[in-house]
């Protein structure tokens, strides 16, 4: 698997995340959002950033003129996107092709019907206007400099209904001097041996083939795979699978399958070990939380959690996994779990630094405690923050503690006609001084976090770079009577960092509070603060 990548000379890794991507519900992009994608895309190494439809709409238009002044790339080309010219009349003259034109971009991908219903009922025109649409359209911007690549819009259902049509709309594109002919899979109904097999026809007429596909069967990676093995050298796809409905096929699954799978040098060399990093960036700008089991770049994709598997893990990793993760910039992670045996423990040690191979009876004492907590309604699996505390308390035998906590208090108040609001004392001792401080808030938690955050913020500044990203309570009903208790899950970040910390309690502020005091202690502990406790 590693000796020698096979060099393909000139493949198109070609993002459509800021264009196609952009259609997904919910997602809003502005023009700086994009200057940032476009720089990450670029540093992951991706050959064309599609970045807008310039003309269609004020803010694309605006993108592509900033970007001709601002944006620096180093591996990339920006691609305009955009439509043929109107039916009847000429492309010189077309508003919408001179905004193409106009746009700076060296490439512009233009999208043309190739389904014969679709140009009689949605275009309203003739089928042999639409090939000379297509024709004027390409020569047109060829003429004028650019390289020009055409989508094929609904190319497999069209391809299906009229075959020679679909095939006369891509050897007009190409014999006009489209670069790149791509076949997309508009409504994403397709499978992959259907893919394959219309790809291996088309490549008849000897176009230079792409092809974009759509997730609606759960295949939009194994179709665009399909496609390569078919003979394309051009794969559309965006980051993390945006998209309309269920998404377009994710970029970054296509390249690593072809870099890792297919033995392809798809992107510059090094650059699939950004992979994991750049998804990961790219959510934080489009605010779409990224999913945990993403192929190669979820943060599950290399979770172990089996105990069994994990003593096997220690011998050899690669035993259950399918890649070194680190090839895509991952990481292996072990879960803490009551499935967990000792092995895992052991391996989680390390991972944070502690070595418990060689010390049985405190492996054992801590897989014990681990298991009766899990048992009590703590997780660990998704807290890890509160797991390393918890290890750092068996190994150096006291909790990590930055302050005594004598006292917390809350008090939630609702008048008629105003909304709740809720009021926290806390008591407690840092850095020698005792400090009695009230926080407000919307809701209880809130107004724990603002009081606790307040008094050891002056001895501990560095809490002000601390910040609550998620909160999630879940109730566990223990069964045999007892009452019900709660747990909450508190996600943390100092704006580099993020880590989850768990607290369980018969009611949901209690449960609050200690997350809450781990979280903080984790923090600190983790920007190397000097405790200042005086017992
Ligand atoms: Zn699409």
Known sequence: MTAGKQHVSDFHVYDTT???????????????DKMHIARHLDDLGVGYIEGGWPGSNPKDTEFFALAAKELDLKHATLA????????????????????????GASVVTLVAKSHDRHVELALRTTLAENLAMVRDSV???????????????????????????????AATAADAGAEVVILCDTNGGMLPHWVSEIVTDVATTGARLGIHAHND??????????????????????????GERTGNAD???????????????????GKLAEATRIAHAIAEITNYPPSARQPYTGVSSFAHKAG??????????????????????????LLVSEMAGRATIELKGKELGYDLANDAKRL???????????????TFEAADASFELLLAEEMEGARPSYFDVESWRVLAESARGEEASSEATVKLTAGGVRLAVIGEGNGPVNALDHALRQAIEQVYPDVARFHLIDFRVRILDQGHGTDAITRVLIETTDGKDVWVTVGVGANIIEASWEAL???????????????????
């Open 80 to 103: 305009a996107f955009g439509a043929t010219r109107r039916a009847d009349g000429v492309a010189a003259d077309d508003e919408l092709v001179a905004a193409l034109r106009e746009s």
């Open 18 to 32: 800021m264009r196609d991507g952009a259609q997904q519900e919910g997602l809003n992009l502005s023009v700086q």
């Open 139 to 169: 020569t047109h911007l060829r003429e004028e400099g650019q390289r020009v690549f055409v989508d094929l819009e609904h190319f497999f259902d069209g391809y299906r209904a009229n075959r020679d049509y679909a095939l006369e709309v």
């Open 251 to 269: 970029l970054i699954t296509c390249v690593a399958n072809l870099e890792l799978k297919f033995d392809m040098q798809v992107l510059p060399e």
């Open 364 to 378: 054992a004492r801590v897989t014990d405690r681990v298991k009766q907590m899990e048992q009590d309604g703590y």
């Open 308 to 333: 069994l598997h994990a003593s096997a893990i220690r011998v050899d990793p690669n035993l259950y996994q399918h890649i070194d993760p680190a090839l895509v910039g991952n990481d292996m992670r």
């Open 217 to 242: 069967t759960g295949c939009a990676v194994a179709n665009s795979m399909a496609a390569v093995q078919a003979g394309v050298t051009h794969v559309q796809g965006c980051i993390n699978g945006y």
């Open 517 to 535: 005091v781990d979280a903080f202690t984790y923090g600190l502990r983790k920007h190397g603060v000097d405790p200042r406790i005086d017992h």
